[in-house]
């Protein structure tokens, strides 16, 4: 058993704690990893504010991480002691009927332990002061050591920097993936962005890669527009600028609409305002950002039997295991920016500052 720190969520809404963790060592098929960098993701945020169903407390959060692998348990053939990882809340065992099927990513092996906080034998590998600690999205990189699930590990390049290439694990591969995998982005192609954070920029970066001439970078908070630009961007509006809706202003700025639309923020009036902002005949609007539970979208039929279509998609389409080390050699070799996503580096214990830095929009 590893003693160690970690930041523990006892309860919804409360700030995390840093505390004195155990933990065990890894059982047959789990890997125990020593994490040396992790993000903060507005993911965290929303399962730590009580509003996730799946939220179950107390619990070590965090699915953005990157390390080293400290043991492995029984039967582990993919990742040895020292392998450099990165954690994956979206595995890819390779067997089940999902992994088999080109069109998805959506690994089901581990779905139902995992939602409900606990490594696959249903049981946790965390104590604090005698209690169990749940774990979270089969990751758990708020802590210096966790454990997952050997097919939910990702062996990458030992040169990479740990403190740049954990932004793999969610948001920078979530939001290309989705402009390059989901939405299949053609060059000369007008694209509108809706939500400007990191997944936002990521789209945009993914858009630029994929050749498209128009990029609408679609933001109330203005002071994102130059980190936007400087990813593809190539203009920036505001909602709040127009008495119209936005949707109305951006099918009368593209003549009849975008090509392709991608919302980034989670909120269903946004993701309507998306779908509709396309072009009659062949728009294309993704759904990236993860709405509140119990939430629905909605707009009138006709958008879909004139010609567009709505998808969604979850870590950018991307197989994990296959593609994480690809898009770390894809960073390494320039053709992907990872560096320019990182606003702030802090110590682990000033954790909820950086949650501070991310809702205040930093």
Not at 92 to 120: A, D, H, S, W, Y
Request: contains cysteine; charged residues 20%; glycine residues 12%.
């Amino acid at each position: 058993v590893i003693k160690c720190k970690a930041a523990v969520a006892w309860e919804a809404g409360k700030p995390l704690s840093i505390e004195e963790v155990e933990v065990a060592p890894p059982k047959a098929h789990e890997v125990r990893i020593k994490i040396v960098a992790t993000a903060v993701c507005h993911t965290d945020a929303y399962t730590l504010s009580g509003a996730d169903p799946e939220g179950c407390f107390p619990v070590i959060l965090g699915h953005e991480g990157a390390g080293i692998v400290e043991s492995v348990g029984e039967g582990v053939t993919k990742v040895k002691k020292g392998d450099t990882v990165i954690p994956l809340y979206i595995p890819q065992c390779g067997e089940c009927k999902f992994c088999k099927n080109p069109k998805t990513n959506l690994c089901q092996k581990i779905r139902i332990t995992q939602g409900k906080g606990v490594m696959p034998d249903g049981t946790s590998r965390f104590t604090c002061k005698g209690k169990q600690i749940f774990h979270f999205m089969g990751t758990s990189t708020f802590s210096e050591y966790t454990v997952v699930a050997d097919i939910s590990v990702a062996k990458i390049d030992a040169a990479a920097p740990l403190d740049k290439v954990c932004l793999l694990g969610c948001g920078i591969s979530t939001g290309y993936g989705a402009a390059v995998n989901t939405a299949k982005v053609e060059p000369g192609s007008t694209c509108a962005v809706f939500g400007l954070g990191g997944v936002g920029l990521a789209v945009i970066m993914g858009c630029k890669i994929a050749g498209a001439s128009r990029i609408i970078g679609i933001d109330i908070n203005k002071d994102k527009y130059a980190k936007a630009k400087e990813f593809g961007a190539t203009e920036c509006i505001s909602p709040q600028d127009s008495k119209k809706p936005i949707q109305e202003v951006l099918v009368e700025m593209t003549d009849g609409g975008v090509d392709y639309s991608f919302e980034c923020i989670g909120n269903v009036g946004v993701m309507r305002a998306a779908l509709e902002a396309c072009h009659k005949g062949w728009g294309l609007s993704v759904i990236v950002g993860v709405a509140a539970a119990g939430q629905e979208i909605s707009t009138r039929p006709f958008q879909l039997v004139t010609g567009r279509t709505w998808k969604g998609t979850a870590f950018g389409g991307w197989k994990s295991v296959d593609n994480v080390p690809k898009l770390v050699t894809e960073y390494m070799s320039k053709k992907i920016k990872v560096d320019e996503f990182v606003t702030h580096t802090l110590p682990f214990d000033k954790i909820n500052e950086a949650f501070e830095l991310m809702h205040s929009g930093k």
